[in-house]
């Protein structure tokens, strides 16, 4: 079963780049056919699809987050990453990585709170 | 950006059957598959229902999705206190070289 789990500053300035890694545990994160995702969940608000990074390494981005993102695969680490530049108050949420054979996530950490303030 | 509609809120007592639908279009639900995620307060969402109508291992039969054209539906049946949460749905939108849509969630209360 994957078990993943999200890390990385709780405390990011605005326009600054946010970054955020997901370690997987319980399988190969290049295991062939599997996604890789992160969403977020505004305070008080619904689910937020951020992107998909598949096996072969092609990634999907939220078009409206599209110019900002950048998701990456690490294998020596069996980690993912997440980059989100220019970031202001409205990036301020919960970010939560999964993975899993759905492009949406199949599996999920319990997510890292991230507040955007000077 | 494409949008998934569900109902903002549904209840119903403990027994009873609940039915939440979530809306589409032809470039996402009407063309691809569904997942239907459970959230419970200050935890991470739980697959419930993928691939339209198939539940993971672990998840109760009390819990079942259908699919018709451009709408989904997660119905609930032998309602319990421990299912009062958040739903969402979500499928692959083929639009804008294709991306990720969720619905905007519905909270479930049992009364």
């Known amino acids: 079963q994957l078990q993943l789990q999200e890390s990385g500053p709780g405390l990011v300035k605005p326009s600054e780049t946010l970054s955020l890694t997901c370690s997987v545990s319980g399988d190969s994160i290049s295991r062939s056919g599997y996604y890789w995702v992160w969403i977020r969940q505004p305070p008080g608000k619904g689910l937020e699809w951020i992107g998909s990074?598949?096996?072969?390494?092609?990634?999907y981005y939220n078009p409206s987050l599209k110019s900002q993102v950048t998701i990456s695969v690490d294998t020596s680490k069996n980690q993912f990453s997440l980059k989100l530049s220019s970031v202001t108050a409205a990036d301020t949420a919960l970010y939560s990585c999964?993975?899993?054979?759905?492009?949406?996530?199949?599996?999920w950490g319990q997510g890292i709170l991230v507040t955007v303030s000077s | 950006q494409s949008v998934l509609t569900q109902p903002p809120s549904a209840s119903g007592t403990p027994g009873q059957r609940v039915t939440i639908s979530c809306s589409g279009s032809r470039s996402n639900i009407g063309s691809n598959t569904v997942n239907w995620y459970q959230q419970l307060p200050g935890t991470a969402p739980k697959v419930l229902i993928y691939?339209?109508?198939q539940r993971p291992s672990g998840v109760p039969d009390r819990f079942s999705g259908s699919k018709s054209g451009t709408s989904a539906s997660l119905a609930i049946s032998g309602l319990q206190s421990e299912d009062e949460a958040d739903y969402y749905c979500a499928a692959w939108d083929d639009s804008l070289n294709g991306h990720v849509i969720f619905g905007g969630g519905t909270k479930l209360t049992v009364l």
């Open positions: 999964g993975g899993g054979f759905s492009v949406m996530g199949d599996s």
């Open positions: 990074i598949y096996s072969s390494g092609n990634p």
């Open positions: 691939s339209n109508n």
